[in-house]
């Protein structure tokens, strides 16, 4: 029986998500968080909504030049999917990767949500630290992106750096003085403030974890987890 | 199931006198006929028409070039996505699905999704994080009731006047007519020419931020 998600993002996060402007590693925790959350699923087709009206409503100079001739013809033209880039071919090769839909390691089986299943199955070996294993996941330069899987009994070390840290919960529970993590919860700390969440549970609690780089954001970004959970749950 | 796109049967009406035509007419104003471009997208994928494609083409195209510019600042990846979405448009027409949002609705997301690949792989990161990971069409359960009613008493208890100003433009504009003006949701769609679930769209977006706003932040 799915649980009620509690931490979800801010309204100006999903924005910037939905738009495609939010940095992908960043992205991809909103996206796995909405695969656990009916409600931010909701408001992110209000976003899409919003957004394709304004698109509609774009006023535009009209598509009578040579240029949109060319396009136009190029497209209705039959052989038109090799004389572009098109990301057609790239969502169908997609398909035919593998992915993974469970996480092993060690003894534990764990399933991943949709939006992780592809790259997970691209990660790199698990690396032990007392009651933590970490898996790379590839991502960018600048914004890492890791699985974390934390046996019961174990505190999530701290990590002292500029940029923010978003774990999301992806099975399992952490708890900290702000409550009780569940699947689907986001826990974000920043460099003003850390949380120390620990898994006190008797069963291993997986993990998505992004480091982001110390620039990635500015003002106006400094509200990343919605604030009225409480309302609705 | 074309409703949320706002073609009611008033409309409907409407089209038929003004004479059939799905096409835009010369007028460079953005007002778009409700439902015009749902129906285009299905004669598309079913008939292949190449006439229909070419009147959604000469509305979307350019507006889709206006709003790339925006996202790139760069006029010649502006086009390259143009190009690249209404390829998608032209082949992918038959997923187009009315009852999940309007087209101009599914052309944003395509556009998105294309800009987001595109920019990837001008950074060579084949391995990396694409599109159809972030952004699958995932079931979209409609919610109506419960939290909007709730938040009918607050508006009425005129808390969430002060913070009207803070709401993007759009979204405001909409809640001053239902709110202020007591409007019904299918009234404020006929006046401002936006689909009826758009309407809606956005006063559930605006109630969220105005929740934000009242409650504060959190430390
Ligand atoms: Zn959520």
């Given at each position: 029986?799915?649980?009620?998600?509690?931490?979800?993002?801010?309204?100006?996060?999903?924005?910037?998500?939905?738009?495609?402007?939010?940095?992908a590693?960043l992205?991809?925790?909103?996206?796995?968080?909405?695969?656990?959350?009916?409600h931010?699923?909701?408001?992110?087709?209000?976003?899409?909504?919003?957004?394709?009206c304004?698109?509609?409503?774009?006023?535009?100079?009209?598509?009578?030049g040579?240029?949109w001739?060319?396009?136009?013809q190029?497209?209705?033209?039959?052989?038109?999917?090799?004389?572009?880039?098109?990301?057609?071919?790239?969502?169908?090769?997609?398909?035919?990767?593998?992915?993974?839909?469970?996480?092993?390691?060690?003894?534990?089986?764990?399933?991943?949500?949709?939006?992780?299943?592809?790259?997970?199955?691209?990660?790199?070996?698990?690396?032990?630290?007392?009651?933590?294993?970490?898996?790379?996941?590839?991502?960018?330069?600048?914004?890492?992106?890791?699985?974390?899987?934390?046996?019961?009994?174990?505190?999530?070390?701290?990590?002292?750096?500029?940029?923010?840290?978003?774990?999301?919960?992806?099975?399992?529970?952490?708890?900290?003085?702000?409550?009780?993590?569940?699947?689907?919860?986001?826990?974000?700390?920043?460099?003003?403030?850390?949380?120390?969440?620990?898994?006190?549970?008797?069963?291993?609690?997986?993990?998505?974890?992004?480091?982001?780089?110390?620039?990635?954001?500015?003002?106006?970004?400094?509200?990343?987890?919605?604030?009225?959970?409480?309302?609705?749950? | 199931?074309?409703?949320?796109?706002?073609?009611?049967?008033?409309?409907?009406?409407?089209?038929s006198?003004?004479?059939?035509?799905?096409?835009a007419?010369?007028?460079p104003?953005?007002?778009?006929?409700l439902?015009?471009?749902?129906?285009?997208?299905?004669?598309i994928?079913?008939?292949?028409?190449?006439?229909?494609?070419?009147?959604?083409?000469?509305?979307?195209?350019?507006?889709?070039?206006?709003?790339?510019?925006?996202?790139?600042?760069?006029?010649?990846?502006?086009?390259?996505?143009?190009?690249?979405?209404?390829?998608?448009?032209?082949?992918?027409?038959?997923?187009?699905?009315?009852?999940?949002?309007?087209?101009?609705?599914?052309?944003?997301?395509?556009?998105?999704?294309?800009?987001?690949?595109?920019?990837?792989?001008?950074?060579?990161?084949?391995?990396?994080?694409?599109?159809?990971?972030?952004?699958?069409?995932?079931?979209?359960?409609?919610?109506?009731?419960?939290?909007?009613?709730?938040?009918?008493?607050?508006?009425?208890?005129?808390?969430?006047?002060?913070?009207?100003?803070?709401?993007p433009?759009?979204?405001?504009?909409?809640?001053?007519?239902?709110?202020?003006?007591?409007l019904s949701h299918?009234?404020?769609?006929?006046?401002?020419?936006?689909?009826?679930?758009?309407?809606?769209?956005?006063?559930?977006?605006?109630?969220?931020?105005?929740?934000?706003?009242?409650?504060?932040?959190?430390?």
């Amino acid at each position: 029986m799915a649980h009620a998600v509690k931490f979800h993002p801010s309204l100006s996060l999903l924005e910037q998500y939905t738009e495609g402007t939010l940095a992908a590693e960043l992205s991809l925790v909103v996206a796995a968080h909405l695969d656990f959350c009916p409600h931010c699923q909701q408001l992110r087709h209000d976003i899409e909504a919003d957004i394709g009206c304004q698109l509609a409503q774009q006023s535009a100079a009209s598509a009578d030049g040579e240029e949109w001739q060319q396009m136009l013809q190029q497209i209705l033209s039959p052989d038109a999917a090799t004389t572009t880039q098109g990301s057609v071919e790239t969502a169908s090769s997609t398909e035919s990767e593998t992915v993974a839909t469970h996480i092993e390691q060690g003894q534990h089986r764990i399933e991943i949500p949709r939006s992780l299943q592809r790259l997970a199955a691209k990660r790199k070996k698990w690396l032990q630290l007392g009651g933590i294993a970490t898996a790379k996941l590839p991502s960018g330069d600048d914004n890492h992106l890791s699985l974390l899987l934390i046996e019961s009994n174990t505190e999530v070390p701290l990590h002292t750096h500029k940029g923010l840290e978003i774990t999301l919960v992806l099975a399992g529970e952490m708890v900290d003085e702000m409550g009780k993590y569940a699947a689907g919860d986001l826990i974000i700390n920043t460099p003003d403030h850390t949380h120390t969440p620990k898994n006190i549970s008797h069963e291993p609690c997986l993990c998505l974890s992004v480091l982001t780089a110390p620039l990635e954001f500015k003002q106006g970004l400094t509200r990343l987890l919605n604030p009225l959970q409480r309302f609705f749950y | 199931m074309l409703d949320r796109c706002g073609l009611t049967s008033h409309h409907a009406v409407e089209f038929s006198r003004q004479g059939s035509s799905m096409i835009a007419q010369q007028d460079p104003s953005p007002s778009i006929e409700l439902g015009q471009w749902e129906e285009a997208l299905n004669v598309i994928a079913v008939h292949r028409d190449k006439k229909m494609y070419a009147e959604l083409f000469k509305y979307f195209a350019p507006r889709l070039r206006a709003f790339g510019i925006k996202m790139f600042g760069n006029e010649q990846q502006a086009m390259e996505m143009v190009q690249d979405t209404m390829l998608n448009v032209w082949q992918k027409a038959a997923l187009f699905d009315a009852s999940r949002g309007c087209a101009s609705t599914w052309i944003f997301t395509i556009a998105r999704n294309v800009r987001f690949d595109m920019l990837r792989k001008k950074q060579s990161r084949k391995d990396d994080i694409s599109a159809d990971d972030l952004w699958s069409d995932g079931d979209y359960p409609e919610q109506e009731g419960s939290h909007s009613q709730q938040w009918d008493l607050y508006l009425i208890a005129e808390k969430i006047a002060p913070h009207f100003h803070a709401l993007p433009p759009a979204q405001r504009l909409v809640m001053e007519k239902v709110y202020l003006d007591e409007l019904s949701h299918q009234e404020v769609s006929e006046q401002l020419s936006i689909p009826l679930g758009t309407v809606k769209s956005r006063i559930r977006l605006a109630l969220d931020r105005l929740r934000e706003a009242i409650d504060g932040p959190r430390s």
